[in-house]
């Protein structure tokens, strides 16, 4: 079972798993996750949609042996926009899937997130250091809520003997990000194809160390079936300045660019990169990827949805109702159709 599994990592998780012979129960309530990132899953006998809110009920019939929680506003235009349900979702819906983890005997992974460690005085990263979170700050919703998920997973491994673990996932990038996310790469790369200048925050010095998508779900598919109780550290030790970044993106793009400085957000993070010496002595995981490669990937995907959406914008044609537009119920049973 994938929470969440509409999203930017859930679909490629939902996705990565049916193709090694997996059946996959998928819940979303599209309030982030986009129903064209399943839709091509839609039809597979083995893939199931329900369309949900876990902050509400989690109930799905039949066994179920890993649960991936993934639902969760994961961008700062998200998290921004939807405070109360992004801390909602960090706690009753964590709550409620370890609930059902607990029920169904399952193995729970909780996807944390780098932003656990705030803006780090230690550097590198390592999964010991214990964060420098500005807890009422604008980013403090995400935060402490990735942060209380943390808490209420190790509770329930300690106190109720479920079998838990914990993933904190660094800046990953790929296919099927949303252009709006406010995340920097799909930011640039969506400004870059449109001919806007990029528009980096502060002086582009600050540091992110990124992370494709496939080595993303290749690194949290082993953590699953690893028996470490986490949190473990996902993400590519490669650390770069935004600005570098920005330049890269418009170098591959092929098309002329330039770069416009705007103001640094609130608590953004000075530097980002993870020590991932656990993920490789107890799973044997290391990024594959190279960036250049990875960003090459990301920018011909957009470059083709860009297209896709200018034909569709030329020619109009009639379209079945989205899944989106499916009724929201309860966690508990199949979507129709």
Known sequence: MVTGGAGFLGSHLCEQLLRHGISVICLDNF?????????????????????????????????????????????????LRLPIE???????????????AGEKGARFVLASTSEVYGDPQQHPQSEQYWGNVNPVGPRSVYDEAKRYAEALTT????????????????????????????????????????????????????TRSV??????????????????????????????????????????????????????????????RPDTTLAQELLGWEPTVQLRDGLARTIAWFRSQLATATLAHAAPTRRPAPLAALPLRPCQGDTPG
């Open 31 to 79: 309030l982030t996750g986009t129903p064209a990132n399943i839709a091509h899953l839609i039809g597979e006998p083995r893939f199931r949609l329900i369309k949900c809110d876990v902050t509400d009920f989690v109930h799905v019939p039949g066994p179920v042996d890993l649960v991936l929680h993934l639902a969760s506003a994961a961008s700062p235009a998200d998290y």
């Open 86 to 100: 992004t801390l909602k979702v960090g706690s009753l819906g964590t709550l409620h899937v370890l609930g059902l």
């Open 211 to 272: 992370c494709y998508v496939d080595d993303t779900i290749r690194g949290i598919l082993a953590l699953a079936e690893s028996d470490a109780p986490g949190p473990v550290n996902i993400g590519g030790p490669l650390e770069l300045p935004v600005a570098e970044l920005a330049r890269t993106i418009i170098e591959l793009s092929g098309l002329p660019g330039s770069i416009r400085h705007i103001e640094r957000p609130v608590d953004d993070p000075r530097v980002r």
């Open 155 to 206: 509770a329930y491994r300690m106190s109720r003997g479920t079998d838990t673990t914990i993933v904190r996932i660094f800046n990953t990038y790929g296919p099927r990000m949303r252009p709006d996310d406010g995340r920097a790469i799909p930011t640039f790369i969506r400004q870059a194809l449109v001919g806007e200048p990029l528009s980096v925050t502060g002086d582009g010095s600050q």
